[in-house]
């Protein structure tokens, strides 16, 4: 694979052009290696799959037992793959303030 000034890269025959970042398994792999567009797309996915998650949550008729099974296990989906970012200090109060909103 050789990179050209024009930002294209070649594999055989084939070109590429190169991207600012791309995603891959969920996660979004920026160029210069920071991950604020991941944070924010996890942050964003969290919100989508708590409002559907709060119909059950937030339904009176569903009993506190079962709600509180399905909160733990929406918890741990929630948070995979999280546990290998490298956060920055400046993510750390941003997902906290999300966990205390949805909590």
Known sequence: MTHEADEEARL???AFQKRGSLKYHGSIIQGNGE?????????????????????????????????????????????????CWPVKNSHIPTMKEVEMKML
């Open 35 to 83: 991950i604020d567009e991941d944070v924010t797309h996890h942050i964003g996915a969290r919100w989508m799959n708590y409002r559907l998650a709060s119909r059950v949550l937030c339904d009176k008729k569903v009993p506190p037992k079962l709600k509180d099974k399905f909160y733990k296990w929406w918890l741990t989906i929630m948070v995979y793959g999280v546990e």
């Open 12 to 14: 055989d025959t084939h």
